[in-house]
């Protein structure tokens, strides 16, 4: 079946411009994460949701970062006012309902680079 | 706070060598530990997972023991493949975490024929 998806694979942009980064999971996943993978800080949590709401942002680097799920699927992570360490591949990972310890199943990554 | 340690990179090695990736981590109470790898041009995928002291997880070849006694969770494997050749990623699972995997900052291992 189809795995976890992303888009766009890649994106450069403007410091100071918005970017919207999309994740579809696979179907039936009831739970979603957010991660970046950059040089300086290796792989890092960003956000989890359960269905549509998000018990665990602790990872969000600060307020220019949100994201939303609607409809219990796809998920759009939006950066404000980018910056150059922004820069980053951003993983999308989703995993089957049941225990915490389900297999997450990641996507390709969106690659975000600032200008 | 909690934290995963693995073993800096590269590793290379000849095709049938023996291989281990040390892993450490610090945390409190029982986490749950796991292997991802990231083949060249592929998404992170999971290798194998221990769930509770001394659990061994396995697959592909690949080995792991949940040692609580030293706060390990070294990766091996007897004899590789040019096809092993990946980015390898140590990650646990706090107690009380609902998915907010933590990483280890990675492992390149890349084997010769």
């Known amino acids: 079946g189809a795995g976890v998806s992303q888009s766009p694979s890649n994106k450069v942009t403007e410091k100071g411009k918005d970017v919207e980064l999309r994740c579809d999971p696979i179907?039936?996943?009831?739970?979603l994460y957010w991660y970046r993978q950059s040089l300086g800080q290796g792989l890092e949590f960003l956000i989890y949701?359960?269905?549509?709401?998000?018990?665990?942002k602790s990872g969000l680097p600060s307020d220019r970062f949100s994201a939303e799920r609607t409809g219990g699927s796809v998920s759009t992570l939006t950066i404000q006012r980018t910056q150059q360490e922004d820069s980053a591949v951003y993983l999308c990972?989703?995993?089957?309902?049941?225990?915490?310890?389900?297999?997450?199943?990641f996507g390709p990554g969106t690659r975000l680079t600032v200008l | 706070g909690d934290s995963v340690t693995q073993m800096e990179g590269p590793v290379t090695l000849s095709e049938e060598a023996f291989l281990t990736i040390n892993c450490t981590y610090t945390?409190?109470?029982?986490?749950?530990l796991f292997w991802y790898v990231q083949y060249p041009g592929e998404g992170l995928q999971l290798l194998l997972k221990?769930?509770?002291?001394?659990d061994k997880g396995s697959n592909k070849g690949f080995e792991a023991t949940y040692r609580k006694e030293t706060t390990s969770f070294h990766l091996e494997k007897g004899s590789v493949q040019v096809s092993d050749s990946a980015v390898y990623f140590c990650?646990?699972?706090?107690?009380?975490?609902?998915?907010?995997?933590?990483f280890g900052a990675g492992t390149q291992v890349v084997v010769t024929p």
């Open positions: 990972a989703s995993s089957p309902p049941g225990t915490r310890l389900n297999e997450q199943f």
């Open positions: 179907s039936g996943h009831t739970a």
């Open positions: 949701f359960q269905g549509n709401s998000a018990p665990d």
């Open positions: 945390a409190t109470g029982y986490p749950s």
């Open positions: 221990a769930t509770k002291a001394d």
């Open positions: 990650a646990l699972l706090a107690t009380d975490s609902w998915g907010k995997l933590q």
